[in-house]
């Protein structure tokens, strides 16, 4: 009996070393729901406010230069993030001269930024296809977005050609060039 309580207290001993040393199990999980809330943006356009110096030209010559950055932000979050920028300007004037706004042509050319998905397409990618600008009532196609979800976002620098009339008299003209999204 003695060996027996000998051999007990050893086993004992053993798995009770064994019992201490084992690594402590884990605690239970516990989960949190987090909830929260997407909600619509805007979609807005910004471009410089000017003036924006074009340089001059003799009666009958051209000048041209960039406008600088024009922006499109789409922050609406739909299922869709479909837009489209135009650009119309109007006739330039100084005093009571006037020369009207067909003097002046358009190319948006690539853009130099765009954030989201699917398709940019701007309206003039080359000088080639620069476009002889329009008044209020004819806008013309600017750079557009179509497909992809969520929002998106285009930057471009579209140049201005100014082709002066052959019977313009001097000065320093002056227009606007409005550009809009929908």
């Known amino acids: ?6 051999v007990l207290i050893s086993v004992s001993a053993s798995l009770l070393a064994i019992i201490t040393a ?15 809330g997407v909600t619509a943006g ?3 356009i910004t471009a410089p406010a000017g003036p924006v110096a074009l340089g001059s030209a003799s009666p ?6 960039q406008l600088g950055a024009v ?20 006739a330039f004037t100084v005093g009571a001269l006037t ?55 285009a930057t471009w620098n579209p140049t201005l050609v100014i082709s002066v009339p052959i019977t313009a008299q001097t000065g320093t003209y002056t227009g606007t060039v409005t550009h809009q999204v929908a």
């Open 22 to 36: 084992a690594p402590a199990l884990a605690a239970p999980s516990a989960d949190t729901t987090v909830t929260f």
């Open 99 to 153: 020369l009207p706004v067909d003097v002046a042509a358009y190319w948006s050319g690539p853009a130099t930024a765009t954030t989201g998905g699917d398709t940019f397409t701007p309206g003039q990618l080359t000088a080639a296809d620069a476009i002889t600008l329009g008044g209020p009532g004819t806008p013309l196609i600017a750079f557009a977005h179509t497909g992809g979800t969520g929002g998106s976002t």
């Open 71 to 90: 922006s499109v932000s789409d922050t609406r979050g739909g299922d869709t993030s479909n837009w489209t920028a135009s650009v119309f300007g109007t």
């Open 42 to 44: 805007t979609l807005d």
């Open 60 to 65: 009958g010559g051209t000048m041209s230069g």
């Open 1 to 6: 009996m003695r060996k027996r309580s000998a």
